[in-house]
């Protein structure tokens, strides 16, 4: 007689139904192993092991195979995706990167059912630590550059497009599980982040920390998140019952399972000091809602099972919540039953994907100067000089979280693609990127002596730039160009021979001496495997760039409070009161643009109701171009502090020579409410003020390509976002 089938294995009983069924037949200690991120296989029940802990920020990263790495399509950073402003396109980079880590998955699954590998290779599952949406609040936070800037608006917007591309639209199965990050209050100082509290008003807290959060989960659906190593108020993050009960599953109704940043359970205990124990730790976290462990703290539950502090039935919660995403990710299913397992491997690394991470790149660019139109230049030049530490280093292309590439273009070897076979191409790096040798500086000179044109490609790097152990200065002490970098470029402008600075950075960096001398200057970001043609096809007008800044571009910190300071007042567009480098928002073209017409309905309604913002963008230049309308509002009346303007909508278009475009955006309620002392959504009755345009408000004169129109509605009646 055959033996019945159990409820978990069957595909064709509800999650609900195998879950509890699977969680029935094991014993606590197998309960425990599966709450850790490399959890051990349960051969008895044939449940395999399985590595959580998978990254893909922008392309699916840090695989290992015997050390060897395996390659996949490698796009700009965050950030630089952050500066396209191109949710279509960004949702497609996002789908290309699912696809291939599908595709990596079953390819893995495939190897070890032959016999390949006894042990599954780690960062080849389905659940992915990404994005991170934490606010760029200051631009010395080394992991700045995984975000997508300055703005909760702009942040939430790439957040959801990012979860729901990752995600998948199948009704029953999952692609992937996204998992949005650090919940909630986190950027810095990286040196401290294990022992660091964040001190948060609830004004700044719902204003400005949650706002991207709340989205990808209430509106995304986003199946996990992952907790913050810092306290935020005294409460440790991954032990928050604030976070994680009141807010996340109470408040926005989150139904999936939240995983620890690495390590950061240990934290709890060894550095915030909470508690004494790790089982009092794991305790605490597991019962305010922290499912999975990074790290290596959750086996001590059985014993602080034995000691009194946990129950099993406090574990099976998480334990449900973790196999239900396992489930709905079909990895217990036949293939068959799943479509994303009929991606097929060639879609990794193919030929589609690196040109997707070249229009990218390009859409990425931010033209942040063109003096008397100095770009694009020719191809036919007699010599151009490429100068700088960045400029052949393939390194430098990816910034961190990085995957590995069959082939990446640098600055010099894309500008030397791009020429012609004429134009001699001169090159030397000048000098390190930190450092205060001058010893190249001379090699440098003489180039340019010898060009028509030089690039000067410097910048930051992930050397200088990046996360607290992971091999980096991580914060930066300073936000202006490291070592000698402005010696050289001082160096080369004063032979004559007219210059173009190319950076590339994952951060606002102080050029103040540049934007003063340098006719020419672009920030490229990490662009990715194929910035160097990006760059290149910018240079010499193959592609207009139309990127705009994500984030404020500081002259000095001296303009912003203290790293450690988490309050918003004086940071960011939204309350930054000096003069910036490059306002938020900034970014030139070779193109002309024009705006008129401005609509805006109703004029007056009341408070809770969406209003419909309608604008007619001209390009009146020669040549066709990309153009990012951007709409900001300004509360006129409010009773308490609100930004000095808050984006509220955006599109990227693009216009032929004469074209006219009508774009309509709608201003939705939760972005007109002024946020209380006590952090309640509060849309009032009152004035508004509405800028629509190419750049933000008050910045037409520098934004010399674009403008901006202005219009007014009122609010009647008061009412909770």
Not at 163 to 175: E, I, N, S, T, W
Not at 244 to 254: A, C, N, S, Y
Not at 295 to 316: M, N, R, T, W
Not at 672 to 697: C, H, I, K, N
Request: charged share 25%; glycine share 8%.
């Amino acid at each position: 007689m055959k033996s019945k089938t159990p409820a978990y294995l069957d595909p064709d009983e509800t999650i609900v139904q195998r879950v509890d069924d699977l969680i029935s037949h094991m014993t606590l200690e197998e309960k425990v192993g599966q709450m850790l991120h490399d959890a051990p296989a349960i051969e008895r029940l044939g449940i395999p092991e399985y590595n959580w802990w998978n990254e893909c920020l922008h392309g699916v990263a840090r695989m290992r195979r015997n050390s060897i790495p395996d390659v996949a399509t490698v796009f700009p950073q965050a950030i630089g995706m952050a500066a396209s402003w191109d949710l279509t396109l960004f949702e497609r980079v996002v789908i290309a990167i699912s696809d291939e880590a599908r595709a990596i998955y079953h390819e893995e699954q495939r190897i070890i059912a032959e016999g390949g590998r006894k042990k599954g290779s780690s960062l080849k599952g389905l659940t992915y630590w990404t994005p991170n949406i934490n606010i760029f609040r200051d631009p010395r936070w080394g992991r700045g550059q995984e975000t997508y800037g300055e703005c909760p608006y702009l942040m939430s917007r790439f957040g959801v497009t990012f979860v729901k591309a990752l995600q998948g639209d199948d009704p029953k199965y999952l692609k992937i599980v996204s998992t949005p990050k650090h919940f909630a209050v986190h950027s810095g100082p990286e040196n401290e982040r294990h022992r660091f509290n964040a001190v948060v008003s609830e004004k700044d807290l719902w204003e400005t920390y949650l706002p991207a959060f709340e989205a990808c989960v209430k509106e995304a659906g986003a199946h996990s998140v992952m907790g913050a190593y810092n306290r935020l108020n005294g409460e440790a993050c991954c032990a928050s019952p604030r976070l994680l009960e009141e807010i996340l599953r109470k408040e926005w109704g989150f139904q999936g399972y939240v995983v620890s940043d690495c390590w950061a359970i240990k934290d709890i205990f060894m550095h915030h000091k909470l508690v004494g124990t790790r089982e009092e730790a794991s305790s605490i976290a597991v019962k305010a809602g922290c499912d999975l462990n990074c790290g290596e703290c959750y086996p001590s539950l059985v014993e602080a099972h034995k000691q009194g502090f946990i129950s099993e039935e406090e574990i099976d919660v998480a334990v449900r919540r973790l196999f239900t995403a396992r489930f709905k990710l079909g990895m217990f299913d036949p293939p068959q039953r799943v479509k994303w397992a009929q991606i097929p491997y060639s879609v990794v690394d193919c030929e589609e994907h690196r040109e997707l991470s070249r229009e990218m790149a390009r859409e990425s660019i931010v033209l942040l100067k063109n003096e008397n139109a100095f770009l694009p230049l020719g191809k036919d030049l007699k010599a151009i000089a490429v100068i700088g530490p960045n400029a052949d280093d393939t390194l430098v292309l990816k910034g961190n979280y990085y995957g590995d590439t069959s082939y990446s273009v640098t600055p010099l070897a894309g500008i030397m693609k791009a020429v012609s076979t004429e134009t001699r191409v001169l090159y030397a790096k000048g000098c390190s990127l930190m450092g205060d040798s001058i010893e190249g500086i001379r090699s440098a000179v003489e180039a340019a002596e010898e060009a028509d044109v030089v690039i000067v490609v410097l910048g930051l790097s992930n050397a200088i730039e990046g996360e607290e152990g992971e091999g980096t200065d991580a914060d930066r002490r300073d936000i202006d160009l490291p070592g000698v970098q402005e010696e050289l470029l001082k160096a080369v402008h004063a032979t004559g021979t007219p210059v173009v600075l190319a950076l590339l950075s994952g951060s606002a960096v102080a050029i103040n001496w540049a934007d003063e001398n340098v006719p020419a200057i672009l920030a490229a970001w990490y662009p990715g495997e194929e910035g160097g043609n990006a760059i290149a096809d910018v240079l010499f007008g193959e592609y207009n760039p139309a990127g705009r800044l994500p984030v404020t571009f500081y002259k000095s910190i001296e303009q912003i409070p203290a790293f450690e300071d988490y309050g918003m007042d004086g940071r960011t567009y939204r309350h930054f009161k000096g003069e910036p480098l490059y306002p938020f928002g900034y970014g030139l073209s070779y193109a002309q643009f024009e705006y008129g017409n401005l609509e805006i309905r109703p004029k007056t309604h009341p408070a809770g109701n969406p209003v419909s913002v309608k604008v007619d963008v001209q390009n009146v230049g020669d040549v066709p171009g990309g153009e990012v309308v951007q709409v900001y509002i300004r509360d006129e009346d409010a009773s308490s502090r609100v930004p000095i303007w808050q984006l509220v909508g955006f599109e990227r278009v693009y216009l032929e020579p004469g074209e006219v475009r009508t774009v309509e955006l709608v201003v939705s309620p939760y972005w007109m409410a002024m946020v209380t002392d006590e952090g309640r959504r509060v849309v009032e009755p009152g004035w508004f003020e509405v800028s629509v345009g190419g750049v933000q408000p008050g910045w037409e004169t520098k934004a010399k390509t674009t403008g901006v129109v202005t219009g007014r509605f009122e609010v009647v009646g008061k009412e909770k976002a």
